[in-house]
Each structure stands twice: as C-alpha cells, then as structure tokens.
C-alpha cells in the first residue's frame, strides 16, 4: 500500500487551488521529453513510500520512455495530494543530476505559489547553506522535536557529506514543505543563533543570484548565452553546480552557443531538423564534434586522435572513462541516436553541463562520497606524467608564441589568422623538436602548413612518454577543425588559447616530470572531509621535491592520508608507494609482538578493533609478510600512511619525496606522524 502521504484523501476540497500540481501538469510536455532513464526517479519514489508496489510496476511495464514518463504523471495527479506532489518535486529535485534537461526547470519555480516565508527562506538559501555551519544540526533536531521533519528526513540531513550539504538539504526540506516548515525553521535558528537571526531580520543576508532557466520555448535561444555567463553559472547552489569556468570552458560553452542558434533558426525548426540535414545539422555535428575531441584531450590518459569519427563515436570514447557523469553521456547518447531538431536542441543542455563540469576555474581535488569514512581523491584536472623538463622562458619567447595575437571577430579574416596560429605552433614545437623549417613555410599553402605540423607531432620526441599527450591532442584538433572552412568565429577563438595553452605548457617546472598523487583520505569519529587543494609545488628543495596541500574538515579532527608520487628521473618512470602501511587486527598486533617483541612498526592508529603500523626500518615489511603467511594471518596494504591530528577545521601538510621515500610534515594547524 502506498504511504498515506501520497493517498488521494477524500478530504483534499476539489474546489482548492493545487500549485505544485498545476506547476507540474503545466510542464507535462517537458517532462516527458525529459525523463528517459525513470530508473534513479523510480527508485528515490519507491524509497519515500511514494508509490505502491503496483505503480513501480505499472510504470516499468510501459514500453517506451515517453509512456513511462506519462504513467507516472499520470500516478502523481490521480493518487497523490498536494503533499505528495511535493515531495514528488522533491525526488526529482533529489535525481536532478540524472536529468540535465530539468536542472534550470526544477531552479525555476515561480509558477508554485509560495507565502512570503518561503519567498524570504528560497531568497536567502544560498547564503544560509554557507552561513548555517555547525547549527545546522541542532536546528534539524529542533524542527525533528516538533514534528516540522520526519526521522528518515532528519537522517537524510545528518547523512549529508559536508555541513553545506547539509544544510541546502535541510532548508529543500523546509521549502518542499511550504509556508509553515519554513516559519519553524525561522523560529528554530532564531534559538540556536541569534547573530545569524539578527543579521536576517536586518536585513544582512543578500538575497540569491537569478539562476538559468528556461520559461518558454521563446527563451530557449537565450540558454546558450546564459551559459557562457560565468556569473550565472556560479548562482545555482551547492557544490556540483557552484564551480567557476575557466576560460577555456567559457570559450567552449560560447561555442556550443554557436550550434544552439543553428538549431533554434527557423527553416531548421520549421523542417524538423530532418529535411535540413544539409548545411545546419553538418556543422551543428561539427561543433559538437570538436566539443567531445576536446573533453578527450580532459580526461583520457592517451586520447584517441583518429579523424573522422561520428559524434556517437566520440561519446563512446568518453565511456572508457569514470569522470564524467554516466547519466548525461546516456542523456547526450539518446539524444543523438534520436536526431531531429528537437533532440539535438535538448542534448545542448546535456553537453553544456559536461563541459561545465570538466572545466572548473579552480583545480582542486574531487572527493568521493564516503564509504565507511573513506574520501577517495582525483584530481578536477588530469595530470599527465612526463620526462620533458620545458624550456627557458627565452626561448619561448624568441619563437613568437601568443604574443601579438590578436583575435579579429571579421569572419573574413579567419583563414589568415588560421594560417598564422598554425605557423606559431609550428615554431614553438620547432624548439622541442629541432630540425624544422618554419622559416621556409611562411609563404606556403594552408595545406603544406598543417601537413607539416602534422609530421612533426608523428615525431617521437611527441610520444606519451615524452610529451603530455592532452596538449599534443588538442594541438592535432587545430589541424582537424579549420575555422576558415567552417566559417566558425568561436572555434578560432579555442584554436588561440590552445596556441597559448601550449607555450604556457612548454614553461619550465618540476611539475612536468613529478606528480604527488593523494589517493584518500580515511575519516575518524564521524568527521566530515569538506576540501582539499594543492596549494604548493612540486618545488625541488635540496634533492627533494615538496607539496603542500590544504585540507578542511567540519571540524577539528583526526585522519590517515593515503599518498603515492610518480615521475620520472634520468628519462626512467618511478612510482613510489614507502615507507609502506598496513593494517591488521589488534589481536594480530598484540600476537605479533609477543613473538618479536620490537617489531620495528610504527602505530599510526587504533580504531574498530584494527590497527595501522606503517614500516619503520629498512626489511621490516619482507619479514612482516613471511611471518603474517606462516601463520596465516590476513594482512591488507595500505600503501603509504600518514596520521594527521588538527586543532582547526584547517591544516596544512607538507609532503617531501626524497632519494626512495615519502615523508610528512606539519605547515599549520596540525600534528603529522
């Protein structure tokens, strides 16, 4: 049986007015369109006692997307209240991620009516989600105490990986609930802090940014131009969203623009996308082409440079790797496969989030959600490894690079500043690889230009070991997308941060050949892991190479950093996991020492009955080994450890790779063992 909250109850008056249902019944036709996967949604209904076991089923039965989509609409008016629908809204809002077409809808909801609190709480949202810090909880028990929240909502909040994702669930929850949950939530934080409630009533909280959103069909030409506005990308809350673009992925986006508007002319709308396969849909597949050819060059270790491909070619690339989000590739994917002016136009919104999310502004490193108090870590950035060195600053400079470049908007002008970018990366790659004719090609063809630069990046000296195979890749993408033939403003605009990409890759550094990789970070007492960020190095300081990273937590806390480094020295890959970690049961330990007596180890930590030792003489892990496989004692590696004990919510560390060996000290805020 279904939840009583989503019962049609015969005391609901027909007569009333149903805002969140008529906000839905309103955005039928979009919600249908949008919905392919109903799986995720299905899923967080069933988990809320949204639907009958019968629905679920019902819904599944349907035979396509579309009248999946409808049946369970059709669910949602039939047998659901208005409290129901609003926590319907709130299940989708839950699974926005899985449906990109719906994130600036579910933004949007000035067609729900809404009291004046929940004006005031949906204004000041974002500000609060920053501001409520350690309240956050004790507001929610407050509003748990009286009955504002239910227990599987208030673990819903406590569950939540940082205190800011906290607090943005507690406060959907307050919204979903309406007029009366948001004046408790007032109420409550007026008791918990009453600097914070003094600084609303006075107004001291600004209200929040306008966010992307789409209110007609007639709007739908402005999305693209909303994207490349990276004040308007940084107003939607929360941490998945909140990420400024970098240059390049604002250069992207305006590109991706450049297809939106071929998409949204007349003659290509008024054909259905189909019998206008010709001119439009060629260079629409194009752009979105060298879009995908350049999130390759992102997030694949070794690329794939193959002309040529279709765009399903190159989403299916993209697969191989974990980065990006499984669910908008599906979304993009069906999307193309469908074609049609309708399709193509929805899979921009799907695109435009991938590059969003592929080119932050800050290059900080991506926690994992927890499992068991472990934050998996990689990089917002992938860093390839190599035994180039870069060259001095003057010599760059001598070969020209970006420097007098300037982009001419006359589209007229295009071939020659083509023409011009690819002779200047001719000449930079000139000085990585000796030996080439620049000089003689100035007065040459386009052709015999970019068939030469193509020759030289075939060299070895270009191989993956050698040179970072991004930057080779996305030198080969100037060569494959010719702005001149495609008369494409925008893509001559990439094709010169590439040119001053390169020569800012070419810059001397220690980064180039060392990498300090943090693998993750193990979590104790139910503290919170929030951010961590490079924040130093690779410097070299007296034959060793130093990082720092900064690490916050929501509170002060204690934690194990896994960490490995990789890099290259005399032209020959090493990777670096010592002094080595394991972990053992303390009765192993105890048993252990009783047969050694010294065993040499170093106790990182006990904790649920285990007990990390990390090595702390030359052979002691060889005869760990031997002795833990005589007595068939399980032994599990963890790598290279460190202990880390802060005072503050903030701490520093410095990690230092020395002749074979990783060792950790204390910048700020902190104890390192």
Same mark, same amino acid.
């Given at each position: 049986?279904?939840?009583?909250?989503?019962?049609?109850?015969? &005391? /609901?008056?027909?007569?009333?007015?149903?805002?969140?249902?008529?906000?839905?019944?309103?955005?039928?036709?979009?919600?249908?369109e949008?919905?392919?996967?109903?799986?995720?949604?299905?899923?967080?209904?069933?988990?809320? !006692?949204?639907?009958?076991?019968?629905?679920?089923?019902?819904?599944?039965?349907?035979?396509?997307?579309?009248?999946?989509?409808r049946?369970?609409?059709e669910?949602?008016?039939?047998?659901?209240?208005?409290?129901?629908?609003?926590? =319907?809204?709130?299940?989708?809002?839950?699974?926005?991620?899985?449906?990109?077409?719906?994130?600036?809808?579910?933004?949007?909801?000035?067609?729900i009516?809404?009291?004046p609190?929940?004006?005031?709480?949906?204004?000041?949202? %974002?500000?609060?989600c920053?501001?409520l810090?350690?309240?956050?909880?004790?507001v929610?028990?407050?509003?748990?105490?009286?009955g504002?929240?239910?227990?599987?909502?208030?673990?819903?909040?406590? &569950?939540?990986t @940082?205190?800011?994702?906290?607090?943005?669930?507690?406060?959907?929850?307050?919204?979903?609930?309406? /007029?009366s949950?948001?004046?408790?939530?007032y109420?409550?934080?007026?008791?918990?802090?009453?600097?914070?409630?003094?600084?609303?009533? @006075?107004?001291?909280?600004?209200?929040?940014?306008?966010?992307?959103?789409v209110?007609?069909?007639?709007?739908?030409?402005?999305?693209?131009?909303a994207?490349?506005?990276?004040?308007?990308?940084?107003?939607?809350?929360?941490?998945? %969203?909140?990420?400024?673009?970098?240059?390049?992925?604002?250069?992207?986006?305006?590109?991706?623009q450049?297809?939106?508007?071929?998409?949204?002319?007349?003659?290509?709308?008024?054909?259905?996308?189909?019998?206008?396969f010709?001119?439009? +849909?060629?260079m629409?597949?194009?752009?979105?082409?060298?879009?995908?050819w350049?999130?390759?060059?992102?997030?694949l270790?070794?690329?794939?440079?193959?002309?040529?491909?279709?765009?399903l070619?190159?989403?299916?690339?993209?697969?191989?790797? /974990?980065?990006?989000?499984?669910?908008?590739?599906?979304?993009? /994917?069906?999307?193309?496969?469908?074609?049609g002016?309708?399709?193509?136009?929805?899979?921009?919104?799907?695109?435009a989030?991938?590059?969003?999310?592929?080119n932050?502004?800050?290059?900080c490193?991506?926690?994992?959600?927890?499992?068991?108090?472990?934050? &998996?870590?990689?990089?917002?950035?992938?860093?390839?490894v190599?035994?180039?060195?870069?060259?001095?600053?003057?010599?760059?400079? +001598?070969?020209?690079?970006s %420097?007098?470049?300037?982009?001419d908007?006359?589209?007229?002008?295009?071939?020659?500043?083509?023409?011009?970018?690819?002779?200047?990366?001719l000449?930079?790659?000139?000085?990585?690889?000796?030996?080439?004719?620049?000089?003689?090609?100035?007065?040459?063809?386009e052709?015999?230009?970019?068939?030469?630069l +193509?020759?030289?990046?075939?060299?070895e000296?270009f191989?993956?070991?050698?040179?970072?195979?991004?930057?080779?890749?996305?030198?080969?993408?100037?060569?494959?997308?010719?702005?001149g033939?495609?008369?494409?403003q925008?893509?001559?605009?990439?094709?010169?941060e590439?040119?001053?990409?390169?020569?800012?890759?070419?810059?001397?550094?220690e980064?180039?050949s060392?990498?300090m990789?943090?693998?993750?970070?193990?979590?104790?007492?139910?503290?919170?892991?929030c951010?961590v960020?490079?924040?130093r190095?690779p410097v070299a300081i007296?034959?060793?190479?130093?990082?720092?990273?900064?690490?916050?937590?929501?509170e002060?806390?204690? =934690?194990?950093?896994?960490?490995?480094?990789? !890099?290259?020295?005399?032209?020959?890959?090493?990777e670096?996991?010592?002094p080595?970690?394991?972990?053992?049961?303390?009765?192993?330990?105890?048993?252990?020492?009783?047969?050694?007596?010294?065993?040499?180890?170093?106790?990182? @930590?006990?904790?649920?009955? &285990?007990?990390?030792?990390?090595?702390g003489s030359?052979?002691w892990?060889?005869?760990?080994q031997?002795?833990?496989?005589?007595?068939?004692?399980?032994?599990?590696?963890?790598?290279?450890?460190?202990?880390?004990? %802060?005072?503050?919510?903030?701490?520093?560390?410095? =990690?230092?790779?020395?002749?074979?060996?990783?060792?950790?000290?204390?910048?700020?805020n902190?104890d390192?063992?």
């Amino acid at each position: 049986m279904m939840d009583s909250l989503a019962r049609n109850t015969s &005391s /609901e008056n027909p007569g009333m007015r149903q805002p969140v249902k008529a906000h839905l019944l309103a955005s039928q036709e979009l919600l249908v369109e949008s919905l392919y996967n109903l799986a995720p949604l299905l899923d967080c209904a069933l988990a809320c !006692g949204l639907l009958s076991q019968d629905n679920y089923h019902e819904v599944k039965a349907e035979k396509t997307p579309p009248n999946r989509a409808r049946k369970l609409l059709e669910v949602v008016h039939a047998q659901m209240d208005e409290g129901g629908a609003s926590c =319907f809204l709130e299940c989708l809002k839950r699974c926005k991620h899985h449906y990109p077409r719906l994130r600036s809808w579910l933004c949007h909801d000035a067609a729900i009516q809404r009291g004046p609190t929940e004006h005031r709480l949906q204004a000041q949202c %974002s500000e609060l989600c920053a501001r409520l810090g350690h309240s956050v909880l004790p507001v929610s028990l407050a509003l748990f105490s009286a009955g504002t929240v239910t227990q599987f909502e208030l673990d819903q909040v406590q &569950s939540a990986t @940082t205190l800011y994702q906290q607090a943005q669930k507690l406060l959907t929850i307050c919204l979903s609930k309406g /007029e009366s949950a948001c004046m408790a939530f007032y109420s409550a934080l007026d008791r918990e802090d009453e600097n914070l409630a003094d600084e609303i009533r @006075t107004g001291g909280l600004p209200e929040a940014l306008p966010v992307l959103s789409v209110e007609s069909e007639s709007d739908a030409q402005n999305v693209a131009i909303a994207l490349v506005d990276t004040s308007i990308a940084t107003a939607e809350t929360g941490p998945e %969203s909140g990420a400024q673009l970098s240059e390049r992925g604002c250069l992207l986006l305006k590109l991706l623009q450049e297809a939106d508007a071929l998409l949204h002319r007349r003659d290509f709308l008024q054909a259905g996308g189909h019998a206008c396969f010709g001119e439009h +849909k060629d260079m629409v597949e194009t752009i979105f082409c060298f879009l995908l050819w350049d999130c390759m060059a992102q997030i694949l270790e070794v690329p794939t440079s193959e002309p040529g491909r279709t765009v399903l070619g190159y989403v299916a690339e993209l697969r191989v790797s /974990e980065v990006v989000d499984v669910y908008l590739l599906q979304e993009l /994917e069906e999307c193309l496969r469908e074609g049609g002016a309708e399709a193509l136009g929805q899979s921009v919104r799907a695109l435009a989030q991938i590059l969003r999310d592929l080119n932050p502004l800050q290059d900080c490193l991506h926690l994992s959600a927890p499992q068991e108090g472990i934050y &998996s870590c990689r990089p917002s950035q992938l860093h390839r490894v190599t035994s180039f060195h870069g060259l001095p600053a003057r010599v760059i400079r +001598k070969a020209g690079g970006s %420097s007098g470049v300037v982009f001419d908007p006359d589209v007229h002008s295009l071939p020659r500043q083509y023409r011009e970018v690819c002779l200047r990366v001719l000449r930079l790659l000139e000085r990585v690889c000796p030996g080439g004719s620049s000089v003689e090609l100035q007065n040459a063809a386009e052709a015999t230009i970019t068939q030469h630069l +193509k020759f030289t990046l075939s060299q070895e000296v270009f191989n993956i070991e050698v040179f970072d195979a991004g930057v080779r890749h996305r030198l080969l993408g100037i060569l494959e997308f010719s702005p001149g033939q495609l008369g494409l403003q925008s893509l001559m605009q990439l094709h010169l941060e590439t040119l001053s990409g390169l020569e800012r890759y070419l810059q001397q550094g220690e980064h180039h050949s060392f990498q300090m990789v943090l693998e993750s970070v193990r979590m104790f007492g139910g503290v919170q892991l929030c951010y961590v960020e490079r924040t130093r190095g690779p410097v070299a300081i007296d034959h060793s190479m130093e990082v720092v990273f900064h690490f916050v937590t929501s509170e002060p806390a204690s =934690f194990l950093v896994r960490i490995c480094c990789c !890099g290259y020295e005399r032209g020959h890959r090493f990777e670096v996991h010592n002094p080595r970690c394991v972990c053992l049961s303390q009765l192993d330990w105890a048993s252990l020492k009783d047969m050694q007596g010294d065993t040499d180890g170093i106790v990182l @930590t006990e904790h649920g009955g &285990s007990v990390w030792v990390r090595e702390g003489s030359v052979g002691w892990m060889d005869k760990l080994q031997a002795v833990m496989q005589t007595n068939s004692w399980p032994l599990n590696d963890q790598g290279c450890c460190f202990k880390v004990t %802060s005072c503050r919510s903030e701490c520093e560390i410095k =990690f230092i790779y020395r002749n074979g060996q990783i060792s950790a000290s204390t910048v700020t805020n902190c104890d390192v063992l």
